[in-house]
C-alpha cells in the first residue's frame, strides 16, 4: 500500500492560526519592523517609454533638509549579471539590472532614488530630481496581424509551445458543425492589498543583509539578491512571516527590492520601499492581454473532431514571459484533430508576470465560451455537451488521469445549482427592466510539485518544531502545514509549532501554481514520518534528552510521468442585465469542485470564494487601459482599475466532491489557491447570452458592449 497522510488533524475546519494576530494587528509585514536609523527610499519613474538618460540633475533634491543621497546609474553600485534563466527565455537580469546603464525599456522604469530621513522628505525631494532623456519611438500595442510575433522557446513554466494531432484544417473543413471565433483578455493588474515593500539593512562589516520583504518566497528573492549583489546565498537573509496578498505578482524580486538593497548599502542605514499603488501599475507585473482563436468542428452529435486553440500575446522588451493561455485546451475534451499555438510580440512594455491562474484564466474564458457558442450550434444543453466529449485519457499524452472530477462537478453543480429545467433560449426571462439567464462553464488547473526540503525537531518535552521556508500570503499554509504536520508525527496539534517565511529555513519553493500544500506538505510528511518512526524504533518512544530531529524533501514525483495531475471544477452563474443601462448583475455564482482530498474546509472554501470573486472581477472589471501616445497603462489605481467588491457579488456558494488521489502525493491533495478563478468569466458571459442574446467575446463585459 501507497504511504499516505491518515487524517485526524486534517480535514477539520480548523480557524487559522494566525488568525488572532491578523485581526489584532499584531502581525508584522514587512514594511513595519521597527529598525534604528532607518532610511526611507522613494523612485522616481522614467516618463518614456524606451529611450535613455541623457542626464540627472540632482542638485535641487539634494539641497533639500533630510535627503541622504540619490541613487542613479551615474553612482549606483555595479550589480552583477543574474543569468539564472529563470523562468525561461531572456533571463530576469536585464529587468532587475537597476541603474545599471542609461537604457530605458520602459515607462515607469526606475531611474533614480531619493534615499531620506522621512518618507515625505524622499517624495518631495524625488519630485525635484531632473530627468532628460533621448526618446526613441516605442512599441506597444499588440495586435495579431503584427509581422514580427515570435515563437517563443517554450511556455511557462515548462511546456511545449506548440502541440499538433491529426489534421485539423481538413476536420473543420468536413465538420457538420463548427465555428470559428476570436475571444480578447485585456491586460489585468495584481494588486494584492499589501503592496511590495522591503526593508534592507546590511550587517556592519558590509559582508551580509537582511530583508524584511513581501514575497511569495523568501528563497528565490534571497537567490536574486545573492547574484546580483555577488554574495553567497547564506549571507542574504530574507524574512517574510506575514505577506499581504500576491496573486503571484510577489514570486520574483521586482526592481524595488534591489533598489532597497542598493540604498542600505550606499546609506550605510537600513533602509525601506514599499511602491505606491499607482508604482505597482508599471513595477509589479501584470496579466498579458490575449487574443485568441478557437476553431471548434463537430459532429451533429456535438462530439468534437477537431479542436484548434492559436493565441497571440505579449511580452516585454526586457524580460520574456511566455503565458501558456491554450494549455487547458489540451487535456480538457476529446477530438481527434488538434492544434494549440502560441506567439508572442515583444513590446517596449513594463514586464508582464504571473497573475493568479496564468494561461488557464484566459485560456478558459475563450474556450468555454466557445463551448457554449457550439452547445447552442449543435441544439444540445452545455453541461451534455462537455459529458459527450469526456477523454479517457489525456487526449493529448495519452496518459491515465490520477483523477478527474469533471463530469461529477458538473453534475453535482447542476444539481445544486437548479440547472434543469433550463430553456436554451436566450432572452426569455425577465424581471422588470432585468433580463435573466444563467450560464456553466468548466475549471480546471494542473497539479504542480516543486522541490521543498523540511526539518522536524522534537524537544525532550515533546514539542515538535517544525521548519521550512514556505510560504503564507494568505491562503492559510500556517494552519494546513501545521494540521498535516501533527497528523504525520501522529500528535495533537497543540505540540506542534510550525516556522514559515524564513529564508534561513530548509529550502522551499515559492508560494506559486498552487503547488504550496503539494510540496511543501510533502516535504513536511516525509520530515515527520521520519521522526516518527525514528523515535518509536530506534528509542521506543522516548525523546533522548538531546531530542532528535530528522528532514525530509518532496522530490520529484514519479507518478507525474505516468499520469495526467488536475484538478477540475464546475462553475454555474446568474445574472441580471438591465435592458435600458446594460448594467450587469450576479446575484449568484456556485463552484463545485475536485481537487483531491481538503485539507482544511475553512482555508479551502475562503481560497476558492477569493478566487471566483476575482474570477467576477476579470469577467465585469478588470482592464487595464493602454494609451499608446504614451506608452503605458494609465488608468493606474482604484478609481480607475475597478476590482470587484463586496457590492458586486451576490450570493458564492462554494463546494467540492469527495475526490481521493494518492498519485499526486501522500495527502491526496491537489492545491485550491488558482482553480478557482478559472471558468468564472465564461460562466458569467455565457450566462449573460442567456439573459439577452448577446455574445460578448472581449472582456471584462462592460456596459457599453451590452448596449452596442
Ligand atoms: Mo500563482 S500566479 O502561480 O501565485
Same mark, same amino acid.
Given at each position: 500500500m501507497k504511504t499516505q497522510l491518515i487524517m485526524r488533524a486534517t480535514g477539520a475546519p480548523l480557524p487559522r492560526i494566525d488568525g488572532v494576530q491578523k485581526v489584532t494587528g499584531t502581525?508584522?509585514?514587512?514594511?513595519?519592523y521597527p529598525l534604528e536609523g532607518v532610511t526611507y527610499v522613494f523612485p522616481v519613474q522614467s516618463t518614456i517609454a524606451r529611450g535613455r538618460v541623457v542626464s540627472i540633475d540632482t542638485s535641487a533634491a539634494q539641497a533639500l533638509?533630510?535627503?541622504?543621497t540619490v541613487l542613479s546609474h551615474e553612482n549606483a553600485p555595479r550589480l552583477a549579471p543574474l543569468d539564472n534563466g529563470r523562468p525561461l527565455g531572456r533571463s530576469i537580469s536585464q529587468y532587475l539590472a537597476? +541603474?545599471? $546603464?542609461?537604457?530605458?525599456?520602459?515607462?515607469?522604469?526606475?531611474v533614480a532614488a531619493v534615499v531620506a530621513e522621512t518618507l515625505e522628505m524622499a517624495r518631495q525631494a524625488a519630485s525635484l530630481v531632473a530627468v532628460h532623456y533621448e526618446e526613441q519611438p516605442h512599441d506597444v500595442e499588440l495586435r495579431?496581424?503584427?509581422?514580427d510575433l515570435y515563437k517563443p522557446?517554450?511556455?511557462?513554466?515548462?511546456?511545449?509551445?506548440d502541440t499538433a494531432q491529426g489534421d485539423v484544417e481538413a476536420a473543420l473543413a468536413s465538420a457538420p458543425i463548427s465555428l470559428d471565433h476570436t475571444y480578447t483578455t485585456p491586460a489585468e493588474h495584481n494588486n494584492p492589498l499589501e503592496p511590495h515593500a522591503t526593508l534592507a539593512v546590511w550587517s556592519d562589516d558590509g559582508e551580509s543583509v537582511t530583508l524584511y520583504d513581501a514575497n511569495q518566497g523568501a528563497d528565490w528573492i534571497r537567490d536574486d539578491v545573492a547574484k546580483a549583489f555577488g554574495?553567497?546565498?547564506?549571507r542574504v537573509h530574507v524574512i517574510a512571516?506575514?505577506?499581504?496578498?500576491? +496573486?503571484? $505578482?510577489?514570486l520574483l524580486a521586482h526592481p524595488h527590492v534591489m533598489v532597497a538593497v542598493m540604498a542600505a548599502q550606499v546609506a550605510q542605514r537600513p533602509a525601506k520601499l514599499a511602491l505606491t499603488r499607482q508604482q505597482m501599475f508599471a513595477l509589479a507585473g501584470y496579466r498579458t492581454p490575449t487574443i485568441q482563436r478557437i476553431r471548434l468542428g463537430a459532429g451533429g452529435d456535438g462530439r468534437l473532431t477537431a479542436i484548434a486553440h492559436d493565441v497571440v500575446e505579449q511580452t516585454a522588451a526586457i524580460y520574456e514571459l511566455a503565458e501558456q493561455?491554450?494549455?487547458?485546451s489540451r487535456i480538457m475534451y476529446s477530438a481527434p484533430n488538434r492544434r494549440t499555438t502560441h506567439r508572442l510580440a515583444r513590446l517596449d512594455l513594463p514586464a508582464n508576470m504571473w497573475m493568479r491562474?496564468?494561461?488557464?484564466a484566459p485560456g478558459m474564458f475563450a474556450l468555454e465560451s466557445a463551448l457554449d457558442e457550439l452547445a447552442i450550434a449543435c441544439g444540445l444543453d452545455p453541461i451534455e455537451l462537455r459529458v459527450r466529449n469526456?477523454?479517457?485519457?489525456?487526449?493529448?499524452?495519452g496518459h491515465p488521469f490520477s483523477s478527474r472530477g469533471l463530469v461529477s462537478c458538473l453534475r453535482e453543480g447542476a444539481q445544486r445549482f437548479g440547472?434543469?429545467?433550463?430553456?436554451?433560449?436566450?432572452?426569455l426571462r425577465r424581471d422588470g427592466p432585468w433580463l435573466i439567464g444563467s450560464g456553466v462553464a468548466a475549471s480546471t488547473y494542473p497539479v504542480y510539485q516543486f522541490p521543498a526540503a523540511a526539518l522536524v525537531r522534537v524537544d525532550r518535552a515533546e514539542r515538535y518544531r517544525v521548519g521550512i521556508a514556505a510560504s503564507d500570503i494568505g491562503t492559510g499554509a500556517w494552519t494546513v502545514l501545521t494540521q498535516i504536520a501533527a497528523d504525520a508525527l501522529e500528535?495533537?496539534?497543540?505540540r506542534v509549532q510550525l516556522e514559515i517565511?524564513?529564508?534561513?529555513l530548509p529550502r522551499a519553493s515559492g508560494a506559486?501554481?498552487?503547488s504550496g500544500t503539494t510540496s511543501w506538505g510533502w516535504a513536511i510528511f516525509n520530515a515527520a514520518s521520519a521522526v516518527r518512526i525514528r523515535l518509536r524504533d530506534e528509542y521506543g518512544g522516548v525523546v533522548p534528552a538531546e531530542g532528535l530531529e530528522a528532514s525530509g524533501a518532496s522530490e520529484t514525483n514519479p507518478e507525474a510521468q505516468q499520469f495526467s495531475m488536475h484538478a477540475f471544477g464546475a462553475q454555474f452563474a446568474e445574472v441580471r442585465v438591465h435592458v435600458t443601462t446594460g448594467e450587469v448583475r450576479v446575484p449568484r455564482l456556485l463552484g463545485v469542485f475536485a481537487?483531491?482530498?481538503?485539507?482544511?474546509p475553512k482555508m479551502a472554501r475562503s481560497q476558492l470564494l477569493g478566487a471566483m470573486t476575482m474570477g467576477l472581477s476579470m469577467a465585469l472589471h478588470e482592464v487595464s487601459v493602454l494609451d499608446p501616445r504614451f506608452g503605458d497603462?494609465?488608468?493606474?489605481?482604484f478609481a480607475e482599475y475597478h476590482i470587484a467588491t463586496n457590492a458586486d457579488v451576490g450570493t458564492i456558494d462554494v463546494t467540492w466532491i469527495d475526490e481521493e488521489d494518492l498519485h499526486v502525493n501522500p495527502m491526496g491533495a491537489k492545491g485550491?489557491?488558482?482553480?478557482?478563478?478559472?471558468?468564472t468569466a465564461a460562466a458569467i458571459a455565457n450566462a449573460v447570452y442567456h439573459a439577452t442574446g448577446i455574445r460578448i467575446r472581449?472582456?471584462?463585459?462592460?456596459?457599453d458592449k451590452l448596449l452596442r
Amino acid at each position: 500500500m501507497k504511504t499516505q497522510l491518515i487524517m485526524r488533524a486534517t480535514g477539520a475546519p480548523l480557524p487559522r492560526i494566525d488568525g488572532v494576530q491578523k485581526v489584532t494587528g499584531t502581525a508584522k509585514y514587512a514594511y513595519e519592523y521597527p529598525l534604528e536609523g532607518v532610511t526611507y527610499v522613494f523612485p522616481v519613474q522614467s516618463t518614456i517609454a524606451r529611450g535613455r538618460v541623457v542626464s540627472i540633475d540632482t542638485s535641487a533634491a539634494q539641497a533639500l533638509p533630510g535627503v541622504v543621497t540619490v541613487l542613479s546609474h551615474e553612482n549606483a553600485p555595479r550589480l552583477a549579471p543574474l543569468d539564472n534563466g529563470r523562468p525561461l527565455g531572456r533571463s530576469i537580469s536585464q529587468y532587475l539590472a537597476v +541603474f545599471q $546603464s542609461d537604457a530605458v525599456a520602459y515607462r515607469g522604469q526606475v531611474v533614480a532614488a531619493v534615499v531620506a530621513e522621512t518618507l515625505e522628505m524622499a517624495r518631495q525631494a524625488a519630485s525635484l530630481v531632473a530627468v532628460h532623456y533621448e526618446e526613441q519611438p516605442h512599441d506597444v500595442e499588440l495586435r495579431a496581424d503584427r509581422s514580427d510575433l515570435y515563437k517563443p522557446e517554450k511556455i511557462n513554466p515548462d511546456y511545449e509551445t506548440d502541440t499538433a494531432q491529426g489534421d485539423v484544417e481538413a476536420a473543420l473543413a468536413s465538420a457538420p458543425i463548427s465555428l470559428d471565433h476570436t475571444y480578447t483578455t485585456p491586460a489585468e493588474h495584481n494588486n494584492p492589498l499589501e503592496p511590495h515593500a522591503t526593508l534592507a539593512v546590511w550587517s556592519d562589516d558590509g559582508e551580509s543583509v537582511t530583508l524584511y520583504d513581501a514575497n511569495q518566497g523568501a528563497d528565490w528573492i534571497r537567490d536574486d539578491v545573492a547574484k546580483a549583489f555577488g554574495l553567497p546565498p547564506e549571507r542574504v537573509h530574507v524574512i517574510a512571516p506575514n505577506v499581504g496578498g500576491g +496573486f503571484g $505578482s510577489k514570486l520574483l524580486a521586482h526592481p524595488h527590492v534591489m533598489v532597497a538593497v542598493m540604498a542600505a548599502q550606499v546609506a550605510q542605514r537600513p533602509a525601506k520601499l514599499a511602491l505606491t499603488r499607482q508604482q505597482m501599475f508599471a513595477l509589479a507585473g501584470y496579466r498579458t492581454p490575449t487574443i485568441q482563436r478557437i476553431r471548434l468542428g463537430a459532429g451533429g452529435d456535438g462530439r468534437l473532431t477537431a479542436i484548434a486553440h492559436d493565441v497571440v500575446e505579449q511580452t516585454a522588451a526586457i524580460y520574456e514571459l511566455a503565458e501558456q493561455t491554450a494549455v487547458s485546451s489540451r487535456i480538457m475534451y476529446s477530438a481527434p484533430n488538434r492544434r494549440t499555438t502560441h506567439r508572442l510580440a515583444r513590446l517596449d512594455l513594463p514586464a508582464n508576470m504571473w497573475m493568479r491562474a496564468p494561461g488557464e484564466a484566459p485560456g478558459m474564458f475563450a474556450l468555454e465560451s466557445a463551448l457554449d457558442e457550439l452547445a447552442i450550434a449543435c441544439g444540445l444543453d452545455p453541461i451534455e455537451l462537455r459529458v459527450r466529449n469526456e477523454p479517457a485519457v489525456d487526449p493529448e499524452t495519452g496518459h491515465p488521469f490520477s483523477s478527474r472530477g469533471l463530469v461529477s462537478c458538473l453534475r453535482e453543480g447542476a444539481q445544486r445549482f437548479g440547472w434543469v429545467p433550463r430553456d436554451p433560449q436566450p432572452r426569455l426571462r425577465r424581471d422588470g427592466p432585468w433580463l435573466i439567464g444563467s450560464g456553466v462553464a468548466a475549471s480546471t488547473y494542473p497539479v504542480y510539485q516543486f522541490p521543498a526540503a523540511a526539518l522536524v525537531r522534537v524537544d525532550r518535552a515533546e514539542r515538535y518544531r517544525v521548519g521550512i521556508a514556505a510560504s503564507d500570503i494568505g491562503t492559510g499554509a500556517w494552519t494546513v502545514l501545521t494540521q498535516i504536520a501533527a497528523d504525520a508525527l501522529e500528535v495533537p496539534l497543540e505540540r506542534v509549532q510550525l516556522e514559515i517565511g524564513d529564508s534561513s529555513l530548509p529550502r522551499a519553493s515559492g508560494a506559486g501554481g498552487s503547488s504550496g500544500t503539494t510540496s511543501w506538505g510533502w516535504a513536511i510528511f516525509n520530515a515527520a514520518s521520519a521522526v516518527r518512526i525514528r523515535l518509536r524504533d530506534e528509542y521506543g518512544g522516548v525523546v533522548p534528552a538531546e531530542g532528535l530531529e530528522a528532514s525530509g524533501a518532496s522530490e520529484t514525483n514519479p507518478e507525474a510521468q505516468q499520469f495526467s495531475m488536475h484538478a477540475f471544477g464546475a462553475q454555474f452563474a446568474e445574472v441580471r442585465v438591465h435592458v435600458t443601462t446594460g448594467e450587469v448583475r450576479v446575484p449568484r455564482l456556485l463552484g463545485v469542485f475536485a481537487a483531491g482530498r481538503i485539507i482544511n474546509p475553512k482555508m479551502a472554501r475562503s481560497q476558492l470564494l477569493g478566487a471566483m470573486t476575482m474570477g467576477l472581477s476579470m469577467a465585469l472589471h478588470e482592464v487595464s487601459v493602454l494609451d499608446p501616445r504614451f506608452g503605458d497603462y494609465v488608468n493606474h489605481d482604484f478609481a480607475e482599475y475597478h476590482i470587484a467588491t463586496n457590492a458586486d457579488v451576490g450570493t458564492i456558494d462554494v463546494t467540492w466532491i469527495d475526490e481521493e488521489d494518492l498519485h499526486v502525493n501522500p495527502m491526496g491533495a491537489k492545491g485550491v489557491g488558482e482553480i478557482g478563478i478559472v471558468g468564472t468569466a465564461a460562466a458569467i458571459a455565457n450566462a449573460v447570452y442567456h439573459a439577452t442574446g448577446i455574445r460578448i467575446r472581449d472582456l471584462p463585459i462592460t456596459l457599453d458592449k451590452l448596449l452596442r
